[in-house]
């Protein structure tokens, strides 16, 4: 919601990310600064904007200097994201699939690629897994101002862990270190 982030909810976040989890968050569907609406606007958050089919923001997405990253969230008449549903209309009947677009839509594509990158190396820190994810985002196809670095890109990501465990394996083997025999 628009309000500054609450004590309790950073004191949640300061404490998952110490051990060792990455907070994803979706900016919010607002078409406004990111920097007013929680839990995107506290501290160690990576906070994701929705880009349309063409790659640019999608014009509901909250955007801004605290944005980290882009993912697919589709756009209001297009580009929507097939999820999971409730298939009540008044209320709860049971599990179905619909196409939704949000923010909502945008940050689980990038919990998934954090998650694929986990299961490759368990070890990578919160810091280290959000310049993996950043770095390797691709550029935006359209201006994205506020959008952050670009959009999550899963290959990529996963090449560049890849690369650098080869590097870091390589460095350690001409470093003398010997493996058990």
Do not use: W
Not at 7 to 29: E, F, M, W, Y
Not at 45 to 50: F, G, I
Not at 112 to 119: E, S
């Amino acid at each position: 919601g628009r309000t500054a982030c609450p004590k309790t909810l950073q004191a949640a976040i300061t404490g998952a990310v110490a051990r060792g989890t990455i907070v994803v968050t979706a900016s919010g569907n607002d078409g406004l600064d990111a920097r007013g609406d929680t839990p995107g606007n506290c501290t160690g958050v990576l906070n994701v904007v929705a880009t349309a089919g063409d790659g640019s923001r999608a014009p509901y997405s909250n955007y801004g200097p605290n944005v980290g990253i882009s993912a697919p969230g589709g756009a209001v008449t297009a580009d929507a994201i097939l999820s999971t549903v409730d298939r009540g209309r008044r209320g709860p009947t049971g599990p179905g699939y619909g196409l939704m677009v949000g923010t909502s839509m945008a940050a689980p594509h990038v919990s998934g690629v954090a998650a694929l990158l986990l299961a490759a190396e368990p070890s990578l820190t919160p810091a280290q897994l959000r310049q993996l994810l950043v770095s390797t985002a691709k550029p935006f196809p359209r201006t994205c101002g506020g959008c952050g670095s670009g959009i999550v890109d899963a290959p990529a990501a996963l090449a560049a862990l890849t690369d650098a465990t080869k590097r870091t394996t390589k460095s350690t083997t001409k470093s003398g270190t010997r493996q058990g025999r």
